[in-house]
Nanobody, 114 residues
Framework: QVQLVESGGGLVQAGGSLRLSCAAS????????MGWYRQAPGKQRELVAV???????NYADSVRGRFTISRDIAKNTVYLQMNSLKPEDTAVYYC????????WGQGTQVNVSS
């Protein structure tokens, strides 16, 4: 059974930083392109960052230069380092495959105050 468990969210002031983690079981992250997604209230879920099986990364324009996606293959965990946070980054953050998706986890809430 595949399971994705996100953690690391919280409340932070604008300009602050958070590091999100996504622990995967039943799915080998090094063999899959993995993405971080977010969903703000009243909005559709959007892709913010991808790390391909090659290690190449891509970012949405809104987070490029502020967010960094990475992975620890030994721990089968994907991370999202978020710096210079803005109130518009407030959302529930999820990880999932980029091409091959599995059931969504519960996500982790990020709240950025102005």
């Amino acid at each position: 059974q595949v399971q994705l468990v996100e953690s690391g969210g919280g409340l932070v002031q604008a300009g602050g930083s958070l590091r999100l983690s996504c622990a995967a079981s039943g799915m080998i992250i090094s063999l899959n392109a993995m993405g971080w997604y977010r969903q703000a209230p009243g909005k559709q879920r959007e892709l913010v960052a991808v790390i391909h099986s090659t290690g190449i990364t891509n970012y949405a324009d809104s987070v490029r230069g502020r967010f960094t996606i990475s992975r620890d293959i030994a721990k089968n965990t994907v991370y999202l380092q978020m710096n210079s946070l803005k109130p518009e980054d407030t959302a529930v953050y999820y990880c999932n495959g980029y091409v091959y998706k599995v059931s969504w986890g519960q996500g982790t809430q990020v709240n950025v105050s102005s």
